[in-house]
């Protein structure tokens, strides 16, 4: 069966297939395979605005070249969002400073969040733009809307190759999609941790560019027996991988596959895109609703599992918070926990200390 069958390289996906119908039946099986044995794929002919794509890529040098004193006047502390810039080593995973910089967006929205509203609300609000690179707001916003378009349109495929009528993921989908710009610094010794094995935790899926020559790799899917498979890059494609809210309302059929970044000896850019999930979603909500689907003998069935199949690893789950906007902003407050102190004092010892 496939879902017992390891892989070794990453699918890639002509999307330009969906518009006939006999192509149609192939790529949504291709499809149904990269996400239920994989959960790592590269789409082409995908739709996306070549010109929109290449004015962001363009953009990078100069952003990341920016002075210390602008990247200041962004920096994520300033927000009770989490939007704004971060700095190299600022971050950790699996315990280890990870040797990155990063500017985060999202879809531009107000903040109108007040007392009476659950407190994950206020993960909405809007961005910092640097006031030395004014052309960046309107680069970063036509990205937003064309992958947004793209996410959507990926999810109508998504539900038809998993036996679903196409519309089933629709009401899952957030109002808030995050945008990060990821620069790793060259490494001297070749060496080093970009960002370590972690699995997509801000959402549904995870749209990422990889915004460098093709020769600049570093980016690897960890497969069942424990290889580190390189993701490859092809210019004009994305690379598509399953975030965590997705492995729980597929009831595990469709796993969050962990994967890393590794340092090399020339600088790298990514532009990872993540498609949000509704913040009042519950845990109730989010396994229930298709788990007699998902337990069909197709998917494995619940009483036909392997060890590592269908074991969901979640902190959503795992969790004490009912909601998935409340899970997002205690991972959140975790990992920026300058931000966390200064907007979210009333849930700030609790988030950090309740594990
Ligand atoms: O930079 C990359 O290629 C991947 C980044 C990533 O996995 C992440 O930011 O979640
Ligand atoms: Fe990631």
């Known amino acids: 069966m496939s879902l017992s069958a390891d892989f070794t390289s990453i699918p890639i996906i002509n999307l330009s297939h969906a518009a006939d119908p006999e192509s149609k039946v192939r790529l949504l099986q291709d499809l149904r395979h990269a996400i239920t044995s ?62 990155r910089e990063q500017f985060e967006f999202a879809t531009e929205l107000d903040d109108d969040w007040t007392k009476e509203k659950p407190l994950y609300e206020r993960l909405k609000g809007p961005n910092q733009w640097p006031s030395n690179f004014l052309a960046l707001r309107s680069i970063v916003e036509n990205y937003i809307q064309e992958l947004t378009s793209l996410s959507e349109r990926f999810l109508l495929l998504v539900a038809e190759a998993l036996s679903l009528p196409s519309s089933t993921f629709v009401p899952f989908v957030s109002d808030q999609h995050r945008l990060k710009l990821v620069h790793y610094p060259a490494s001297e010794s070749g060496e080093g941790q970009g960002v370590g094995p972690h699995k997509d935790s801000s959402g549904w899926w995870t749209f990422l560019l990889q915004a460098s020559p093709p020769h600049i790799k570093g980016l690897q899917a960890l497969n069942k027996s424990g290889e580190w498979i390189d993701v490859p890059n092809i210019p004009g494609t994305f690379v598509v991988n399953i975030g965590q809210g997705f492995e729980v309302v597929t009831n595990g059929a469709c796993k969050a596959t962990t994967h890393r970044v590794l340092s090399g000896t ?70 920026h926990r300058d931000v966390g102190s200064r907007f979210y004092d009333e849930v700030f010892e609790k988030y950090t200390s309740d594990d």
């Not at 913040?279 to 069909?296: I, M, N, P, Q, Y």
């Open 266 to 335: 020339h600088e790298r850019y990514s532009i990872p895109f993540f498609q949000g999930m509704r913040r009042d979603l519950t845990k109730t909500e989010a396994v229930e609703t298709l788990r007699e689907h998902f337990s069909r003998a197709e998917f494995g069935g619940v009483n036909n599992e392997s060890d590592e199949g269908r074991d969901i690893d979640s902190a959503f789950l795992r969790g004490k918070y009912e909601t998935w906007g409340e899970s997002q902003l205690r991972t959140k407050v975790r990992s």
């Open 38 to 99: 994989v959960g790592f794929l590269c789409i082409s002919h995908h739709g996306v605005s070549q010109a929109v794509t290449k004015d962001l890529i363009e953009a990078l040098p100069k952003l990341f070249g920016l002075s210390d004193g602008d990247k200041d006047e962004v920096a994520l502390g300033n927000s009770a969002h989490f939007l704004g810039y971060s700095g190299t080593g600022a971050e950790t995973t699996a315990g280890k400073a990870d040797r």
